[in-house]
């Protein structure tokens, strides 16, 4: 299936957009953004000088709710948020690494466009008291099958997940789900709002 070009906008340009809004705003979030880092797959830093700390204003309440949904009901608990508006352009630069490879299921072929690069899918986690991240028995971006929600109950009655990282991904989904957020079959930490087919008709692709 093809998909008509959308309309662009620059990531450097958001901020001057009413569609966007900055991760900053939710004071009840925390940002970690690991491809502003070099603690992703591909060991360096994609974003920079860029500001990828943003999502579309409709994503962006709808996180809000989340945060609000876990503020009053595990106060101790904060969402962090991992990766939100990603370039289309570093979409495109993720795929050359990955292509061919096992990790390639992980990543959106950037002819299909990534719901990333529209800011309507964040890739998030959960912080304690303490701010450090609830064990959710994989890390963010392990490319294997215990990333998989779909398979959670197998892989706890394998021994391979504890019944404590299916409760933290529950908390999560929760969290989420009362935002209006969906989450994804592969990937504990993704999720995306919005119809994806209507996002990738009718909003905008950053670039
Ligand atoms: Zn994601």
Same mark, same amino acid.
């Given at each position: 299936?093809?998909?008509?070009?959308?309309?662009?906008?620059?990531?450097?340009?958001?901020?001057?957009?009413?569609?966007?809004?900055?991760?900053?705003?939710?004071?009840?979030?925390?940002?970690?953004?690991?491809?502003?880092?070099?603690?992703?797959?591909?060991?360096?830093?994609?974003?920079?000088?860029?500001?990828?700390?943003?999502?579309?204003?409709?994503?962006?309440?709808?996180?809000?709710l989340? !945060? &609000?949904? $876990?503020?009053a009901?595990?106060?101790?608990?904060?969402?962090?948020? /991992?990766?939100? +508006?990603?370039? %289309?352009?570093?979409?495109?630069?993720?795929?050359?690494h990955?292509?061919?490879?096992?990790m390639?299921?992980?990543?959106?072929?950037?002819?299909?466009?990534?719901?990333?690069?529209?800011?309507?899918?964040?890739?998030?986690?959960?912080?304690?008291?303490?701010?450090?991240?609830?064990?959710?028995?994989?890390?963010?971006?392990?490319?294997?099958?215990?990333?998989?929600?779909?398979?959670?109950?197998?892989?706890? !009655? &394998?021994? $391979?997940?504890?019944?404590?990282?299916?409760?933290?991904?529950?908390? /999560?989904?929760? +969290?989420?789900? %009362?935002?209006?957020?969906?989450?994804?079959?592969?990937?504990?930490?993704?999720f995306?709002?919005?119809?994806?087919?209507?996002?990738?008709?009718?909003?905008?692709?950053?670039?």
């Amino acid at each position: 299936m093809s998909h008509p070009a959308p309309p662009t906008i620059s990531i450097d340009a958001l901020g001057s957009s009413p569609d966007f809004r900055a991760l900053g705003t939710l004071p009840q979030v925390r940002v970690d953004l690991r491809y502003a880092s070099t603690r992703n797959l591909l060991g360096h830093d994609l974003y920079s000088p860029h500001d990828c700390a943003w999502l579309h204003a409709e994503a962006a309440a709808a996180l809000e709710l989340s !945060a &609000q949904w $876990l503020q009053a009901h595990h106060p101790e608990l904060r969402l962090c948020v /991992l990766d939100a +508006a990603r370039p %289309h352009r570093v979409q495109e630069l993720f795929w050359t690494h990955v292509q061919g490879t096992s990790m390639e299921r992980y990543f959106a072929n950037p002819a299909r466009r990534s719901i990333h690069s529209f800011g309507m899918a964040v890739d998030l986690t959960l912080l304690d008291a303490q701010g450090h991240e609830l064990d959710m028995g994989t890390g963010f971006d392990d490319t294997t099958e215990l990333s998989h929600p779909a398979l959670e109950d197998q892989l706890a !009655a &394998q021994g $391979l997940l504890r019944s404590e990282h299916l409760r933290h991904r529950a908390l /999560l989904r929760h +969290a989420m789900q %009362h935002g209006g957020w969906q989450g994804i079959a592969t990937e504990w930490w993704h999720f995306d709002f919005g119809d994806r087919e209507t996002v990738r008709a009718r909003y905008q692709l950053i670039v």
